[in-house]
């Protein structure tokens, strides 16, 4: 086994702490969860240039290397869905943001991001957007790998990748900030208290900024892949320009 296919197995290893331990009702414990995030996203694209500049590219990194990202976005969405509210409807917004609630929010189990405008949280309908998304385009390179055809990731699907990451690094990073806000929020002075809240609202604004783009990407990408590999569904040739 070479270096990069050690660090994507690397990556698949942590990607149940990455799941879990955001469930613990602890600032430490959450803020691992978000280093644990952070290298895992960072060494996902770090192992796949190492294998392209290295020559270092192997069948088994073909299989792994997809198999850990998804098992990374599987991993953040539950613990994200849990714990991040907008389970009652559509819209992510839920409701209002008040200052004294992000001091000590009344409810430990609500971890929907804080903005000047409201709380926005993660409905069920993006978690099966995203999923989903993912679902299909697996399906169809692998129908199109029976014909021989090898889908390439295309540049709004990178893009998307960035954004996804931003969005859920922001709300990992929110789970631990927020959970610290609990406990010495309410020692904070004056000062302190405004720096806090300030910071929570920047973080929820890169956040939900991020969630929409990404999710914006995702189907916006989808349909770019269907409109040019479509044909290999329906087992026809593309149109050659004349």
Do not use: C
Not at 44 to 71: C, E, I, Q, S, W
């Amino acid at each position: 086994m070479n270096l990069p296919n050690a660090i994507t197995v690397g990556r698949i290893v942590v990607t149940p702490l990455i799941a879990l331990l955001p469930l613990v009702d602890s600032w430490t414990a959450r803020a691992i969860a978000f280093v644990l995030y952070v290298t895992a996203a960072v060494t996902d694209y770090y192992d796949g240039m190492l294998a392209r500049t290295r020559n270092l590219v192997t069948d088994l990194g073909k299989l792994l290397d997809p198999l850990a990202d998804k098992l990374l976005l599987l991993g953040t969405l539950i613990p994200m869905y849990l714990l991040g509210g907008g389970r009652g409807g559509w819209s992510p917004f839920t409701g209002p943001s008040g200052q004294t609630e992000l001091i000590a929010p009344y409810d430990p189990r609500n971890f929907a991001f804080a903005t000047p405008w409201g709380r926005v949280g993660l409905p069920l309908w993006i978690v099966l957007v995203v999923l989903g998304r993912e679902a299909l385009m697996t399906i169809f390179r692998q129908v199109a790998a029976r014909r021989g055809v090898v889908i390439a990731a295309i540049g709004p699907a990178k893009w998307k990748t960035g954004f996804q990451s931003i969005w859920v690094g922001a709300a990992y990073f929110w789970f631990a900030y927020a959970t610290w806000l609990r406990v010495h929020g309410p020692r904070l002075g004056e000062g302190g208290t405004r720096f806090a809240i300030g910071f929570a609202w920047f973080n929820g604004i890169v956040g939900t900024l991020a969630m929409l783009v990404a999710v914006a990407l995702t189907l916006y990408s989808l349909a770019l892949y269907f409109q040019r590999y479509g044909y290999l569904l329906r087992g026809r040739a593309p149109a050659v320009e004349r």
